[in-house]
């Protein structure tokens, strides 16, 4: 965390986004909190967190902001499995699709602008 932001209720918003198993949104957070720090307040951790790296813009079809916290990575492809039932999510690291990014530049001259690529699906806990 930047020395900027340190502080007592930053600690308090990254502790319960950390305890959340679902996707949520800066509202879920304020609730969660009982409304004890400011819904604008915790945007502004929202937005820092993840130009942080430490959260993630889930897209859903409703286009609402929501968000997921991701376990810190030193990966430059990030790419996360997350199940439709359950909501977990995880980090994969696989020799198949590690350098894809750079493959899109180098072989199809493309940037990607995007720094993670979430493949939904269903767990094999919710296969069961």
Partial sequence: MSEKYNTRQRRQV??????????FTAKDIYESLGGKI???????????LENEGMII???LDDNSKR????????D??????????????QHIDCEKIRGLTAHILDEH??????????????CANCVE
Avoid: W
């Fill in 67 to 74: 968000y997921q916290y991701v376990e810190p990575c030193e």
């Fill in 38 to 48: 400011g819904l604008t307040t915790i945007y502004r951790f929202i937005e820092s």
């Fill in 109 to 122: 001259h493309f940037t990607p602008t995007n720094t993670h690529l979430i493949i939904k699906g269903i």
């Fill in 76 to 89: 430059n492809d990030h790419f996360y499995l997350k199940c439709i039932k359950c909501g977990r999510m």
């Fill in 14 to 23: 990254l502790t319960t986004i950390k305890r959340q198993a679902k996707d």
């Fill in 57 to 59: 813009r889930v897209s």
